[in-house]
């Protein structure tokens, strides 16, 4: 059972270049989520979607951009990538209710420079 | 809005010790409170979640912990550490009326040492 699939695992970019984050679940969840983890932080959310074609802005979403087709892909967008966008970048799925827990993916851990 | 506190950056304690993690939250209703852990590399697995039944809440690997509405609190205990509890855990609220159900508001997280 894959439960969420985040990929790649690694990445460096050089600032300036752009890339997208994937992020597919198998649980048919309508909810999706996008936090970035800094040292000491937590996670903050980014971007999250309530379902396929609907996507709304979280904590931090500037120089981010998602969409999402369909109900199992929930793409994260980095146009311009800068130094503060080094940090590590996890995916989420839940059914969307306030009392169930949210399913995590393995991470992707991005280093601009 | 959501707000959640973890007391101790850094929690260091023997094996066989008892294992104490402390969360407050901020809240003018009751919310659903979660403990997760994330081990080297790895993404958050849920430990445990507290959803307005029995205050005491028991979870994975033999952690639990105490919902105490009168203290806005719900610490993450384990009577006996062991070498694999060494992880970081993060303490999560959820707000039953928020417009985003599911969003999960972290505490920033308390590393666990457990030393031999």
């Known amino acids: 059972n894959a439960g969420v699939t985040q990929t790649p695992k690694f990445r460096i970019l050089k600032i300036g270049q752009s890339m997208t984050l994937q992020c597919a679940q198998d649980?048919?969840?309508?909810?999706m989520y996008w936090y970035r983890q800094d040292p000491g932080m937590g996670l903050k959310l980014i971007y999250y979607?309530?379902?396929?074609?609907?996507?709304d802005k979280g904590e931090v979403p500037n120089g981010y951009n998602v969409s999402r087709s369909t109900t199992e892909d929930f793409p994260l967008r980095l146009e311009l990538a800068a130094p503060s966008q080094t940090s590590v970048y996890f995916c989420?799925?839940?059914?969307?209710?306030?009392?169930?827990?949210?399913?995590f993916g393995q991470g992707t851990r991005l280093t601009v420079v | 809005a959501q707000s959640v506190t973890q007391l101790g950056s850094h929690v260091s304690v023997s094996e066989g010790a008892l294992v104490l993690l402390r969360c407050n939250y901020s809240?003018?209703?009751?919310?659903?409170l979660f403990w997760y852990v994330q081990y080297p590399n790895q993404g958050l697995q849920l430990l445990l979640k507290?959803?307005?039944?029995?205050?005491l809440v028991k979870g994975i690997n033999g952690f639990e912990a105490e919902f105490k509405k009168s203290e806005t609190s719900f610490h993450l205990t384990k009577p006996s550490a062991h070498m694999s509890d060494a992880a970081e855990y993060f303490c999560?609220?959820?707000?039953?009326?928020?417009?985003?159900?599911?969003?999960?508001?972290f505490g920033r997280g308390t590393q666990l040492t457990v030393w031999p």
């Open positions: 989420a799925s839940s059914y969307g209710t306030a009392n169930t827990e949210a399913f």
């Open positions: 649980m048919n969840h309508n909810y």
């Open positions: 979607s309530v379902g396929a074609g609907i996507t």
């Open positions: 809240s003018s209703v009751p919310p659903y």
């Open positions: 507290y959803t307005s039944a029995a205050t």
């Open positions: 999560a609220v959820s707000d039953p009326r928020g417009s985003t159900l599911g969003r999960l508001y």
